[in-house]
């Protein structure tokens, strides 16, 4: 066959199959297009996940008959009005959306102005287009897709479950709620309402945060910072978590762009390059951050979807959007995530009465308890809330390794971590303030402190201070690992590590940096090779050194199961206070947790 040129209906279908990939894309098309109509009030009603009916309803300033003729056309759009493909102001500027989802579902669409005696309605049916008629309908459009695919029958084998792809349609219309706080948005399916979101009133960051916090949850808005950066043509505004409240995927990580929901590979790897050292692997911040970018300086026109975007000078937006992120985490660095749920701890921790014999000292099982001369039965029987008697309590030291001892008399000004009390199992740091318990693990805690002495050192242009092993250390290790370590000696050099080749399968360990001095030589040199051999070659110096930092300050650390006195359990606490970042540990996690006494005070209902 020659050369022809398809059929209109045939190139709406092959345009359809770039733009609509499934219900929540018809869900996105519609309701930026209400947006870009100036509505206030926009609801979503879906059947069956939008695989059977999708309806969008808005309330803004509707169509004419001619511009309801026109809007079923390929490539009519009221959006450019300069032709200025680099000065895109709205949503939406292709002119593809309704004749996309009218070649592969059936669609009506009823629209009115302000001013209009009545609306008008035109249908189109797998492409074909029916006369525009008056109709009797209020101000505004709503949009019927019946059929999603009814066209293209091989696509309807790509959708899931209608609950799946409900979800999806939630998820597209609360990141465009996101920004959009002045617009209330509803969306029903099989008549459950899933999402209400009422208009925000007030000044634009007071509305975000309070849209931030609908959509999100009220916990994001309790463990977040505030950002506000502000370069050349560039501003970034919005919110991100602390280190230590993070999900498992990248799911809520909400990008925009000139109002735009974009998914930005530049922007997603800046996110993750600002919370480098400060997370723990394999978990993602959450954030909710808004860029303000001259129309001219960023392309939107990369995708049919729009979700990617192309910016003139993308370093800068990214250099801006690290530092931005670092900085807000400098001033939270003494915050960790406060996510506690007290009424579960309760329920989990305190013993039922099956259990509650089972908790001290089974061999006492047969022993009676004797209440004002008064026989009852042996303990293992017997109700959580009766004591033990107080001879067994001593033995509670021994069994659950409670450590505490009186404070000096001389004790110095209590920070805002408190003063130590007590240490549990060798391992975590009881600390009381005015107003609260403070929770410490030790290991964590001392972890970061010595990864941002060796950061400062380094920052410094300074070689860590190193100490002389008496005996040097010998640690062998495969040809791979050996030479992995020895490719990478000059920069642990300077932090203070030095290795030189020994035979042909090992090196040896002369210095150690003093800041570790106490630490396993060989677990130390074996991690850092598998490390360095899972980074490959291409790794980035700054983030390798980072790497190296940690890794040894992991290993250099008060570990857990090392018994402290008072004096430094105290002198952690206030090396705490004086050290940035030190709400998480080199890895993410939590150092410490805060109980607020009003919380504890709730759990005994008092």
């Known amino acids: 066959m020659g050369i022809r040129i398809l059929p209109n209906n045939l190139v709406n279908q092959i345009a359809a199959g770039e733009v609509i990939e499934r219900p929540s894309s018809v869900v996105k098309e519609l309701v930026e297009n209400a947006i870009d109509a100036g509505a206030t009030a926009i609801e979503v009603t879906l059947v069956d996940g939008g695989k059977s009916l999708i309806v969008v309803k808005d309330n803004g300033k509707g169509m004419n008959a001619d511009e309801l003729a026109l809007a079923v056309k390929r490539h009519a759009t009221s959006k450019l009005p300069d032709d200025d493909l680099f000065h895109v102001s709205y949503l939406g500027f292709r002119g593809e959306a309704l004749p996309s989802i009218a070649s592969v579902a059936k669609m009506s669409i009823v629209s009115r102005t302000k001013d209009a005696d009545n609306a008008w309605k035109i249908e189109v049916v797998g492409g074909e287009e029916k006369p525009v008629v008056p109709v009797a309908a209020s101000k505004g459009t709503t949009i019927e897709v019946r059929d999603l695919f009814f066209a293209t029958p091989a696509r309807l084998k790509f959708l899931k479950t209608g609950a799946s792809e409900t979800a999806q349609c939630v998820d597209v219309l609360n990141r465009i709620a996101l920004a959009n706080p002045e617009v209330s948005f509803y969306l029903f399916d099989d008549k459950k309402k899933r999402i209400a ?93 808004f860029f303000e970018v001259k129309p001219e300086l960023v392309d939107v026109n990369v995708h049919p979807t729009k979700a990617e975007v192309r910016f003139f000078d993308a370093n800068a937006v990214r250099g801006l959007l690290i530092s931005a992120v670092r900085n807000a985490l400098a001033r939270g660095s003494m915050q960790t995530a406060q996510t506690t749920d007290f009424s579960k701890i309760l329920h989990d921790t305190l013993p039922t009465e099956e259990t509650a014999g089972t908790m001290f000292l089974q061999e006492n099982s047969a022993r009676e308890w004797k209440t004002s001369g008064m026989n009852f039965a042996p303990y293992r029987h017997a109700p959580a809330r009766r004591m033990i008697e107080e001879e067994v309590i001593p033995q509670l030291h021994s069994t659950f390794s409670v450590k505490a001892e009186e404070p000096a008399e001389n ?56 100490q002389m092993l008496l005996i040097p250390e010998v640690v062998d290790l495969s040809l791979a690992e050996k030479t992995a370590v020895l490719e990478n ?100 996690r939590p150092t410490y947790i805060e109980l607020k006494l009003k919380d504890i005070d709730k759990l005994f209902h008092r």
């Open 197 to 289: 979101l009422n208009a925000c009133q007030g000044e634009l960051f007071d509305s975000r945060l309070k849209r931030i916090s609908d959509v999100m949850g009220g916990e994001f808005g309790e463990n977040s910072l505030l950002i506000d950066a502000h370069k050349d043509d560039v501003s970034i505004s919005g919110f991100v978590s602390l280190p230590t409240y993070n999900k498992a995927n990248s799911l809520s990580q909400y990008l925009f762009v000139n109002n735009r929901p974009v998914r930005d590979k530049t922007l997603l790897g800046a996110l993750k390059a600002a919370y480098q050292g400060v997370l723990e692997l394999g978990r993602y911040p959450v954030c909710a951050l």
């Open 411 to 466: 004790v110095e000004e209590c920070g805002v971590l408190g003063m130590a009390k007590a240490q549990f199992h060798n391992t975590y740091i009881i600390s009381q303030t005015e107003d609260s318990v403070i929770i410490v693990d030790q290991h964590a805690a001392h972890e970061r402190i010595v990864m941002e002495k060796f950061k400062a050192a380094q920052a410094k242009k300074e070689k860590v201070p190193a």
């Open 489 to 588: 000696a000059e920069e642990l050099g300077k932090l203070g590590l030095a290795v030189e080749e020994f035979g042909s399968t090992a090196v040896i360990v002369r210095e150690v940096p003093a800041l570790i001095a106490d630490c396993n030589v060989k677990e130390l040199i074996h991690n850092l090779a598998e490390q360095i051999r899972e980074w490959g070659k291409d790794f980035a110096l700054e983030e390798k050194i980072n790497h190296f930092c940690a890794t040894m300050a992991c290993h250099g650390s008060v570990r857990a199961g090392r018994s402290l006195n008072l004096a430094e359990m105290n002198r952690l606490l206030r090396d705490m206070e004086k050290t940035p970042n030190s709400g998480q540990c080199n890895h993410g």
